[in-house]
């Protein structure tokens, strides 16, 4: 694989957050593609065994939330090198503002804020909202929600072919990685691939397994969806020991 270069990064005019943009030339790569970890350290473990070996890992956001192991999730993705943007709950983590949370998302976002030490708080501020690469020659664009809202808009498996044009409409890719539902989703939108590869640390979608994709970028994009299993009961219970809000480590039980 070639060595990145980079190209430039851009001010965005419409938030104080910035744009990275990387080139890579390789005749094809293999990707995984992995988003909302929510600080779920056993699921994320479970996910890097189940792994081949991939090129690069890029992620769709919200490292933490939710869970009881920030630090670790967070120490783990710098380890691996994981190329992640920024989550609606990574920002709520660094910044306390809440405005958008249910009460028992915002009492996680309080506690993630109060426990993530220096070196997690650091790596999650230094995330960019969206993230532009050029992998083995296919435009690829990363962000948590939708490239329109790109901390807030949920883009649903079952969102209208408009609306999901609307939504796409500023990603000048070929494909579009988004996060943030937790539920997996593929779908062609105006010669736009659009990607979610469900959630790492809280699938939704009623499979309790952890989610992921590997994309294989060549002369052809080929995908494929997998599943892992891992210790969710490890999880609920460290869950419950660290005073956050139980229902948090119930939902793991059912995968929703
Ligand atoms: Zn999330």
Redesign the pocket.
């Known amino acids: 694989m070639g060595r990145p270069s980079e190209k430039e990064t851009v001010a965005d005019p419409q938030s104080n957050f910035y744009l990275s943009l990387f080139e890579y030339h390789c005749v094809w790569m293999r990707i995984a593609v992995i988003?909302?970890i929510?600080s779920n350290l056993e699921a994320f473990k479970a996910v890097l065994n189940d792994m081949p070996r991939v090129d690069m890992i890029l992620c769709a956001?919200?490292l933490v939330?939710?869970g009881a192991e920030p630090n670790e999730v967070v120490r783990l993705v710098s380890s691996r090198k994981v190329r992640s943007v920024m989550?609606?709950?990574d920002y709520a983590s660094i910044s306390g503002d809440t405005t958008w949370f249910n009460p028992v998302a915002a009492q996680a976002v309080e506690w993630t804020r109060s426990r993530m030490n220096p070196e997690a708080k650091r790596l999650i501020s230094s995330l960019p909202t969206r993230l532009e690469l050029k992998l083995s020659g296919w435009r690829v664009y990363v962000v948590?929600g939708s490239p329109r809202d790109p901390l807030n808009e949920y883009l649903f498996p079952d969102v209208p072919n408009r609306e999901l044009a609307d939504a796409t409409r500023g990603a000048d890719a070929d494909v579009v990685i988004l996060?943030?539902t937790?539920v997996p989703m593929r779908r062609m939108i105006l010669g736009k691939l659009v990607i979610n590869p469900g959630?790492v640390g809280?699938p939704r979608d009623r499979d309790p397994r952890a989610s992921y994709v590997i994309m294989k970028l060549g002369s052809e994009i080929e995908v494929e969806n997998r599943r892992v299993e891992y210790d969710f009961r490890a999880t609920a219970e460290k869950i419950k020991k660290a005073g956050l809000p139980e229902e948090l480590g119930t939902r793991l039980f059912f995968g929703w």
Request: proline share 0%; hydrophobic share 0%; glycine share 32%.
């Open positions: 988003s909302d929510h956001g919200d939330g939710y989550g609606n709950h948590h996060g943030h937790h959630g809280q």
